[in-house]
C-alpha cells in the first residue's frame, strides 16, 4: 500500500497545480490519472490566464515559457451591429492585463515540471474510487496492469472535471447542485493561419455569437456558437470559415485568414455549480466542483484560484497544526466562484443569439453592448470581471 499526504484525483491543470503548490511547502502528493499522459497534454481548451493564475504559474517554477511565448493582451474587441469596440483592460482594470497562453502549454509546463521534481503520478489509472472521506483515514484504488492499488493518505483532492468520480462519490443529500445548460454550443477550431487581429474578438451577430482567439501570432482560435444537434463531421472547413466571416464586422472579416483545421469540436455550454466543495477529507476543486461557459474566459482561472485556497488551507494545517484555512475553504472558493459563474452567464446572454431571441431581444443585446462601451463605469465593470476579481 502507498501513503501519501494528500492523494490528488485528476492530472488536468487543478491537480497539476494543487501538486505543485503543495510541493513547494514540502507537502507529499500522489496524482491518479484515469487518461494517459500523452492524452491529457493534448487536449485543447482554455486560452485566457488571469494575473493571478500566472502568478501562481510562476511562484511554482513554470513561469519561464510563458513569460517567453505568452501574449500579454491589453485589450479585446466587442463587435456588434456592424462595429466594433475595444475594451481598455489597464485603463478600466487597475492597470491589470490577461496573458494569452493555451492550456495545453500550462499542462506541459506543470508535467514537466511535476516529473522534474520526481513527485508521484500514476495514469491510465482504472476505476479510481475513493474510501473513508468522511472519517480520519481516506484512501484512493485504482486499477493498472491487472492489479488493485491503494493509497493511504490524510486528504483526497477531487481535481477530476466535470465528469469525474470525486463528486460523483458524494452521497446525494450531502450536495446542493446548481445547473443552468445553455441551448447552444461552440464549435471550435485550431488552425494554422495569423489570427484576425493583435487581440480578442467576442461578436454578438443576429446568426449567432462568434469568437476570435489565437494562440501564437501563427496560430488562431476560432469559435462559432451552433446548435447543441450539430454534429462537427457536419461542418467542413469552408462552411465554418464562412460562417465565421458572416458574423464579423467587414474589417475583421477581410481580416481572417482560412486555412486547414488541425483541430476542430463542439462543446457544450453550461453554468454549473456543487455545493459545498467539501466533505470531511474530500475537497473538490475545479472543474469537479463549477463549469462555466468559456464565453468569460473563467473555467482554468477558477481552477487557479481554487487551488491557490486550498493549499493556503492545508500547508496551514501541515504547517501550524491550524484548521481554520481548510475549514474555511470551501465558502471563501464559492464566493469567488458564484461572481465568476454570474459574470460568464451574463457574457453568454449578452452575446449569444438565443432560440427566443426576437428582433427587441436582438436590440436589447445591442443596446447593452452599445451602452457598455459608451460608459465607463459599465466599461470598467466588464473590464475587472475580465481581468479577474481579486482572490
Ligand atoms: P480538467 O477536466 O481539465 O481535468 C480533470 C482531469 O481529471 C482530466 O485529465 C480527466 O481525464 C481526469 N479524470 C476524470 N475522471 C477521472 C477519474 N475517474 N479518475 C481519475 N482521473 C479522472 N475554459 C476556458 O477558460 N476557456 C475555454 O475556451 C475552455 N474551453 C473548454 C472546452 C472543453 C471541451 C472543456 C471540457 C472545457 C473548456 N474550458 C475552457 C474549461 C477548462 O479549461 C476547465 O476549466 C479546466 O480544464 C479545468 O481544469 P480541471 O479542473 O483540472 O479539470
Ligand atoms: C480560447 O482562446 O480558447 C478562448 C479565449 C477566450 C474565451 C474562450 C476561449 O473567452
Not at 497545480?17 to 496524482?31: E, S
Not at 499522459?37 to 511554482?60: D, K, N, P
Not at 485504482?142 to 486528504?155: L, M, P, Q, R, S
Request: glycine content about 10%.
Amino acid at each position: 500500500m502507498m501513503r501519501t499526504q494528500v492523494a490528488i484525483i485528476g492530472s488536468g491543470p487543478a491537480g497539476l497545480l494543487l501538486g505543485a503548490l503543495l510541493g513547494k511547502a514540502g507537502i507529499d502528493t500522489v496524482i491518479v490519472e484515469a487518461r494517459s499522459q500523452a492524452y491529457v497534454a493534448a487536449r485543447i481548451r482554455a486560452g485566457v490566464l488571469e494575473e493571478g493564475t500566472t502568478r501562481l504559474l510562476q511562484a511554482v517554477g513554470c513561469g519561464a515559457r510563458m513569460k517567453v511565448e505568452g501574449l500579454v493582451h491589453e485589450g479585446f474587441g466587442l463587435a456588434f451591429a456592424g462595429r466594433q469596440h475595444r475594451i481598455d483592460l489597464p485603463a478600466h482594470a487597475g492597470g491589470r492585463t490577461v496573458t494569452v497562453y493555451g492550456q495545453t502549454e500550462v499542462t506541459r509546463d506543470l508535467m514537466a515540471h511535476r516529473a522534474a521534481q520526481g513527485w508521484a503520478s500514476v495514469y491510465e489509472a482504472a476505476n479510481v474510487a475513493l474510501h473513508d472521506f468522511g472519517g480520519e483515514a481516506p484512501s484512493v484504488t485504482y486499477e493498472k496492469d491487472g492489479v488493485t492499488h491503494t493509497i493511504a493518505c490524510d486528504f483526497i483532492a477531487g481535481c477530476d472535471g466535470y465528469h469525474g468520480v470525486s463528486r460523483a462519490s458524494v452521497p446525494d443529500a450531502a450536495k446542493a447542485l446548481y445547473e443552468r445548460v445553455y441551448p447552444f454550443g461552440w464549435l471550435g477550431v485550431l488552425a494554422d493561419v495569423p489570427p484576425a487581429d493583435h487581440e480578442l474578438v467576442y461578436a454578438n451577430h443576429p446568426r449567432g455569437f462568434a469568437l476570435c482567439s489565437m494562440r501564437s501570432m501563427t496560430r488562431s482560435r476560432y469559435y462559432v456558437q451552433v446548435p447543441t444537434s450539430d454534429k462537427v463531421d457536419a461542418w467542413s472547413d469552408d462552411a465554418f470559415w464562412d460562417e465565421l466571416r458572416r458574423r464579423l464586422p467587414e474589417r475583421i472579416a477581410d481580416a481572417v485568414t482560412p486555412g486547414p483545421s488541425i483541430e476542430k469540436s463542439i462543446a457544450p455550454l453550461r453554468s454549473f455549480v456543487c455545493e459545498p466543495m467539501r466533505f470531511g477529507r474530500l475537497f473538490l476543486a475545479g472543474d469537479a466542483a463549477h463549469i462555466v461557459p468559456p464565453t468569460g474566459a473563467k473555467g482554468l482561472n477558477l481552477a487557479a484560484s481554487d487551488v491557490h485556497y486550498l493549499s493556503q488551507g492545508l500547508i496551514e494545517h501541515y504547517g501550524e497544526r491550524s484548521d481554520s484555512g481548510v475549514d474555511a475553504y470551501s465558502g471563501r472558493a464559492l464566493s469567488r466562484i458564484w461572481k465568476a459563474e454570474r459574470f460568464s452567464w451574463w457574457m453568454t446572454s449578452t452575446l449569444h443569439r438565443f432560440p427566443d431571441t426576437d428582433s427587441f431581444g436582438q436590440r436589447m443585446q445591442e443596446a447593452e453592448l452599445d451602452y457598455l462601451t459608451q460608459s465607463a463605469a459599465a466599461t470598467s465593470s466588464l473590464a475587472e470581471n475580465y481581468v479577474g476579481l481579486p482572490y
